[in-house]
Each structure stands twice: as structure tokens, then as C-alpha cells.
């Protein structure tokens, strides 16, 4: 049996589990998720364990590790449908719109740094639409129709705005969040390496956004998102630099918008005075926002799903997600068209689509292979290792070191929402230390520790202090077990979401014993070692 061992350091490599089944509840979509999955499966990891579930789900639905007394309730819990009750409770905790927040805001905005819109208006924005359920097509329409005119919706106008309206970045960013289709290599002619791309998509899509730009009115320096009421796209390859096409607002495979004509000066709502924002009477980015999520693009669902399952599986069903076009076929076409076709059916719903994914057997299955056999990633047959994210790391750490809990015992009456904002503080320096910079794929299953991140945790001040005993924390509670074998077990279900094996309830009993002059060094050293391994470093 292979375990991580105390000494494993996080970027040192991934060892295997071991597992004990459990029962749950299944819905309908997740049967039929199974059965797309297991078509031409030889053989599939077994279930996960009770305490494997339970810390995997916690990260894709809140983002954070549970903490000691939630995974100790949930272990202990004899029902058989406990992880379908569990995974409905997460779905509809504040948790679970703070971590679709954090996501879709890493997603959307590529970690730009404010420039027009303030962050917090952005994530209040999400926040509040992810708390609600609100459809995911009016997410979207809400975003690419806003233009920031409204101070109370200011929110939304922040992808616009902090791209500084600019038609070939925004081109580029819809194109592959929204389409699912990476075009950024089709702008001077046609992709070179993906035969479907071409140049006439991606003026299609910059005509759509050609006249917009950002506007300050007079006398104010609040920025919006004004358009133009003319503006044609003309365009060459620099392959056929004698042959200029033009192109109207058109999305890929789909008819170019009929525009109406005006009579020059005619354009505009009213007239403009100079030094003012017009009004156009007809606007081609408020086609955009209802072009992407109409029914008739079947992109937008697609995309849409295939995002969402990645997020929750470690890879999408097309992957990368970002180059849907037929020479990188999706794994599972007949499922990817069943979730697109449930999504749109469900009007749009993300909490239903992530709880059909969450409760199908494919999900929760093992990431320990079949037999020790590796498999092919893309049959779905062993459960993903995914490194966790930015955000995903510095909150985990702060539950596992029970800094959580002491703000909690320091706030008996405060709402979780006050907890997270109390440590944001703490989290944001680990978050800035652990991202991708903006531009990166934050999403990349590709991970390599940089210098900086190793010496945070083999040396850094905040994770000492973390570490430092104070009222319920984790040293202070390891501290007041005497039990060696008690000790282990808080250990480990504080810090790794499960018990430990015996070999290693025996290694904390000698280490303990052989430090036994300096209790809290030794403890801490015991912490540490189980905080910088793979283990806790990886969703899996």
C-alpha cells in the first residue's frame, strides 16, 4: 500500500490511496453521464472513499476544504444517500457562490489589475448571481450588454471597460470564453494549425464590437462603454494582401446580422452635441449579447458545459477547452451533445449541470488506477488530478491551520461572509503568490512550483504564524491531546480529509516521543510536513 509519506514534499510527485465504498443517490442526467462514460470502458478505478468524496467536493463546490468537525460528522454518518445530501447542501451554501465568484472571476477578467471598475463591484456582481441560480445565458447577456452607465450596475461593464474597449482583445476573450473556439491566431489570416478557424470568424466577431469604445462625458472621469452608429470591417490576409473582404456582425456558422440602413447624420437617437456620447438607433453590441445566447448558436451551451465539466472533472470532454473545432474531437461527443441539450433545457441552470456531474459515478470515482494500470485521461475511467488553485490553496490552508476556527471563536456571532472578509488579508498575499500571471491559463493542469512559492512554505513568515498555537487552532488543539493516536487523527482530518493509516499513527507517535522536549516545535514540524505534501497540494 502507498501512502504519502510525512517527509513527501508537494512538489515531489503523487502516490495512490486506498479506498471504502459507500452508497449515494443518483439523478437521471447522472445516470445517463454513467452510461455515455462507460461505453468501450474495459475497466474504471472503484468508488471513491467517504473521505475522498467529501474533499474533493468540498474544493469544486466551495472552493476550501471541509473543516475537522464537518469531516468528522460526514465519516461517521451511516446514510446511505449522505453524499447526495452533502452535495445538495454545499450547492445551495454561501460557500458555493463565493467559490463561483472566485472562478468566474479568474475566468473572465484573466487577473487583470483594476483600471475603469472596481473589483468589488464585479465580484458583487457575480456574487449575487451565482447566490440567486440565475440563469447562465442572462449572466452572460448581463455582461456583454453593460456599459456602465448606471452607477448601481456598474458591475458587469468591468469586462468591458478594464479591456479598455479594445475590439481585437475583446474578440479574442469571447471568442474562447464564450464559443469555445481560440481564434486568437486568425487575425491576419487563417489559423495555421486549426483548419476551421478563419479569418472571416474573427472579423465576424470584431464587427460586433468595431464602434464601441470608452468614453469619459464631460466633466466626469467615470468611464463607459459608448458606440458608434457607423463603422464598416474591412479586412485582408497578409497571405492575399490584394483581396479586401468585408464582413458585417456575424458569429461563426451563423447568418450575418441584417443591419438597417440610415441616411447620413440619421444614425444616432438624437443628435449629438459635441463632446458627448451618442446613442446609436441600432447597436450592434446589444445583437452580440443576444447573437451569443440565442438558441440558434449552439456554441454558447457547448462551450458552456464543457467548461463546467472540466472545472469539476480536471479536463474537459473537448480538450482543451478552448479548441473545439473537428480535428480535436470531444472524448464523449453523444454526451457533450446530452449535457448542451440539458443545459439549454434547464434554461441555463450551472446548480443542476455541476449536481448531475457531482452525483454520477463517474465523478466519484478513485484516482487511484485500476489495478495500478495507468489510463487514458481522456476515458474518464480514474478521477483527475487536478493542483488546486490560487484560491482554492491560501483558503484551504487557512481552515487547515484553524485560523478559521479561532476567527470563528473570536466572532461567536459573526456570518461566514464576515469570517472570509476578516482573513482576506491573510489569503490575498497567498493568492498573488500562487496565480498565474494575467495573460497565463489559469485553469492549466500543467503545475511547477516557482522559487518563491517553495520558499513561502518551507520558510514563509505566514505560514509560522498560522501555525503558532492560539485558541482552537490546530497547534493549540494537537497540543491538548495527549493521546498519541488521538493526536494523529486530528492531524490528519484536520489537514488531509481523512484518518491516518497505521504505519503513519505510528510515525506521529515516534516523532513525538523522539521531540518530546519541544511539544509545539514538534508539532508544528508534524503540521508543516502534511501541508507542503502532494497530498494537500492536489485535488484528486
Given at each position: 500500500?502507498t ?6 514534499a ?22 445517463r ?11 474504471a ?74 473589483r ?20 452572460v ?9 448606471d452607477a ?44 476551421a ?24 472621469k ?18 492575399v ?5 468585408n464582413?458585417?456582425?456575424r ?14 447624420g ?44 472540466s ?61 495500478g494500470k ?11 488530478l ?48 500562487f ?14 512550483a ?23 487552532s490546530?497547534?493549540d ?5 495527549k ?58
Amino acid at each position: 500500500m502507498t501512502r504519502f509519506s510525512l517527509r513527501l514534499a508537494w512538489f515531489a510527485g503523487i502516490s495512490s490511496f486506498v479506498f471504502v465504498p459507500a452508497a449515494f443517490g443518483q439523478a437521471s442526467l447522472s445516470q445517463r453521464i454513467d452510461e455515455h462514460i462507460q461505453k468501450g470502458l474495459k475497466e474504471a478505478a472503484p468508488r471513491s472513499s467517504d473521505a475522498e468524496f467529501l474533499r474533493r467536493i468540498y474544493l469544486n463546490l466551495t472552493g476550501v476544504v471541509p473543516s475537522v468537525e464537518e469531516t468528522r460528522a460526514f465519516l461517521a454518518d451511516p446514510a446511505p444517500d449522505k453524499r447526495t445530501k452533502l452535495v445538495d447542501r454545499l450547492l445551495a451554501s454561501e460557500g458555493y457562490a463565493r467559490h463561483m465568484t472566485n472562478l468566474f472571476d479568474v475566468l473572465l477578467m484573466d487577473r487583470r489589475p483594476d483600471k475603469h471598475v472596481k473589483r468589488p463591484e464585479w465580484r458583487d456582481f457575480l456574487q449575487k448571481s451565482f447566490a440567486a441560480n440565475q440563469p447562465y445565458d442572462q449572466i452572460v447577456r448581463e455582461i456583454l450588454s453593460a456599459d456602465g452607465t448606471d452607477a448601481a450596475k456598474r458591475g458587469p461593464a468591468k469586462f468591458y471597460l478594464d479591456r479598455d474597449g479594445e475590439p481585437n482583445v475583446l474578440t479574442k476573450d469571447i471568442s474562447r470564453l464564450f464559443l469555445g473556439m481560440n481564434l486568437h491566431c486568425a487575425q491576419c489570416h487563417d489559423h495555421p494549425l486549426v483548419d476551421a478557424y478563419k479569418q472571416d470568424y474573427y472579423y465576424g466577431v470584431f464587427a460586433f464590437l468595431n464602434r464601441s469604445y470608452v468614453f469619459a462625458p464631460k466633466g466626469t472621469k467615470v468611464a463607459v462603454y459608448a458606440e458608434k452608429g457607423e463603422g464598416d470591417v474591412t479586412f485582408q490576409s497578409v497571405f492575399v494582401p490584394k483581396v479586401t473582404k468585408n464582413t458585417g456582425p456575424r458569429l461563426p456558422d451563423l447568418q450575418e446580422v441584417k443591419e438597417p440602413k440610415f441616411e447620413k447624420g440619421q444614425e444616432y437617437v438624437k443628435p449629438v452635441p459635441k463632446g458627448e456620447r451618442g446613442i446609436p438607433k441600432f447597436s450592434r453590441r446589444a445583437q452580440l449579447a443576444e447573437q451569443i445566447t440565442s438558441k440558434d448558436n449552439p456554441r454558447f451551451a457547448r462551450a458552456t458545459v464543457n467548461r463546467l465539466w472540466s472545472f469539476m472533472m480536471g479536463r474537459g470532454i473537448v480538450d482543451p477547452v478552448e479548441y473545439d473545432h473537428p480535428a480535436n474531437p470531444p472524448s464523449h461527443p453523444e454526451l457533450l451533445q446530452l449535457l448542451a441539450d440539458e443545459f439549454v433545457a434547464s434554461k441555463h441552470d450551472v446548480k443542476a449541470m455541476l449536481r448531475a456531474i457531482a452525483l454520477s459515478e463517474t465523478y466519484q470515482r478513485s484516482s487511484e488506477p485500476p489495478k495500478g494500470k495507468e489510463t487514458d485521461p481522456k476515458t474518464f475511467a480514474v478521477a483527475g488530478l487536478k493542483p488546486l488553485t490560487a484560491e482554492q490553496f491560501a483558503w484551504s490552508l487557512l481552515q487547515a491551520t484553524g485560523m478559521m476556527a479561532a476567527e470563528r471563536k473570536a466572532q461567536p456571532k459573526a456570518a461566514e461572509s464576515a469570517i472570509y472578509a476578516k482573513l482576506t488579508a491573510q489569503a490575498t498575499p497567498v493568492i498573488a503568490l500562487f496565480s498565474t500571471q494575467p495573460g497565463d491559463n489559469a485553469f492549466s493542469q500543467d503545475f511547477e512550483a516557482t522559487l518563491d512559492q517553495t520558499l513561502f512554505l518551507t520558510n514563509g513568515a505566514a505560514l509560522r504564524d498560522w501555525l503558532s498555537p492560539r485558541p482552537v487552532s490546530l497547534i493549540d488543539r494537537l497540543n491538548a491531546q495527549k493521546d498519541a493516536g488521538k493526536l494523529a487523527e486530528e492531524l490528519y482530518l484536520s489537514v488531509l480529509t481523512r484518518l491516518p493509516a497505521e504505519d503513519e499513527r505510528k510515525e506521529v507517535a515516534d516523532y513525538l516521543e523522539r521531540r518530546g522536549a519541544d511539544r509545539v516545535v514538534a508539532l508544528q514540524n508534524l503540521a508543516w510536513a502534511l501541508l507542503t505534501s502532494a497530498e494537500f497540494r492536489f485535488n484528486h
